[in-house]
């Protein structure tokens, strides 16, 4: 069966929500958190060279940038069409190039020509280096978008928080573009010492941040549901975390080969107004906020909060299901979504939370709602008498139901 017939038989067989298979994606300057449900056999299925899976990709259309040893189409979400013949499976990224419109809709199918975010969970036991995604400018010069971030960090993924649940995020008012590009410069000298420059903030589970593009951080050790514009660009300015040290060719990812050993254009890359800001929390911290009224929520069986709406490139929501109700759910675009508790019903699908994933394993906890869907609404049931569901849903840019 062609690409595009298995996409469209998915649709059909979905009405319009698609299945997902899990998406796991290593990375080798990470050691994982162990929260992301995998099995413990298979965290380092891909072999030492290729590093720990620490990552879940959700509803991605892009590919991971993980150097020469990258996996065919890593990073990419699978359609799993499951019938009387088998299971046929094609990437989200190609039945969106086939189909357009009738996936993501006609309004960021004319703008976009693709699907122009994804989500992903972080699971990494220890914190990152202090490191940056770049603007749009700079992303340009070697072919990638530049890339805001959010964080929320689930309850349900941090049973415990890791080495260093601090996030160290901007550079502290007062420092000089020369002290960060000293730092900068001494990378190869062992501990460059950049966070001497930053500040961290303590980060608490049912929260998040955002991170714009051009923003200097350092992730802390919670479990993190990432939702991001559809790149994976990035560079490490930190030169040692966690005792380990960070290869010198991470400090020049994202930069043009013949621009390499341009300490300038490292401190270009830098939004330097964005990290001496004084008020950081106030301007980038996020707690949740109810969608509508929570009574009328709550009389209809169900809460649901915006959890990521800084940002017009994407925004998230957190969506509870109360035990033994049944609602219609409407949105105004298409969406990704990850059930992180509970079982039920989700429009045509039985839908439910594993507690461990073998790698390679097909679930039932990640699907993608199409436009059309999505505004005639979804019909959700929680046969529970006790176990609330629990749905985190990730939207492209342009949110029309998000007021920024």
Not at 46 to 70: H, M
Not at 149 to 156: L, N, V
Not at 185 to 197: E, L, Q, R, S
Not at 324 to 330: M, R
Request: glycine content about 10%.
């Amino acid at each position: 069966m062609g690409l595009s017939s298995i996409a469209e038989k998915a649709l059909e067989q979905g009405r319009g929500i698609l299945r997902l298979a899990p998406t796991w994606v290593p990375r080798s300057f990470c050691v994982p958190g162990r929260r992301i449900k995998l099995h413990p056999d298979d965290y380092y299925i891909l072999g030492g060279e290729r590093g720990g899976i620490d990552e879940r990709w959700l509803s991605s259309t892009t590919p991971a940038e993980n150097g020469p040893l990258t996996g065919e189409n890593e990073g990419l979400s699978q359609i799993v069409l499951e019938d009387e013949s088998g299971v046929q499976k094609v990437t989200l990224r190609d039945a969106v190039a086939e189909l357009k419109g009738q996936i993501i809709g006609d309004r960021l199918w004319d703008q976009y020509k693709s699907w122009p975010m994804y989500s992903k969970f972080f699971d990494n036991m220890g914190p990152l280096p202090h490191h940056i995604h770049h603007r749009d400018e700079h992303a340009a010069m070697v072919g990638q978008n530049g890339k805001p971030e959010a964080y929320y960090f689930p309850p349900q993924l941090n049973n415990h928080g890791g080495d260093f649940p601090y996030t160290f995020i901007g550079i502290a008012p007062g420092t000089t573009k020369e002290q960060i590009k000293e730092c900068l410069m001494n990378f190869t000298k062992g501990d460059n010492k950049i966070t001497n420059y930053s500040q961290a903030f303590r980060l608490e589970p049912g929260t998040g941040w955002d991170v714009p593009p051009g923003m200097l951080h350092a992730p802390g050790s919670l479990c993190t549901y990432e939702p991001q514009k559809a790149s994976d660009i990035f560079a490490m300015y930190q030169s040692l975390v966690n005792e380990a040290v960070i290869p010198e060719e991470l400090l020049w990812k994202g930069t043009p080969k013949d621009r390499i050993g341009d300490y300038d254009l490292l401190m270009e890359v830098i939004d330097w107004d964005l990290n001496v800001n004084p008020n950081l929390m106030e301007k980038h911290f996020m707690r949740p906020k109810p969608v509508k009224d929570v009574a009328e929520m709550a009389a209809e069986g169900y809460s649901e909060n915006w959890i990521c709406y800084k940002n017009e490139a994407y925004s998230a929501k957190e969506l509870t299901v109360f035990p033994g109700q049944t609602v219609t759910i409407k949105d105004g675009g298409a969406y990704g979504m990850i059930v992180m508790q509970g079982h039920g019903k989700f429009g045509v699908w039985d839908i439910e939370t594993p507690a461990l994933i073998r790698y390679g394993q097909l679930t039932n906890d990640e699907y993608f709602v199409t436009e059309k869907a999505a505004t005639e609404g979804v019909v959700i049931s929680n046969p529970s008498k006790t176990d609330p569901i629990v749905i985190l849903k990730h939207f492209g840019p342009g949110n029309p139901d998000l007021i920024l």
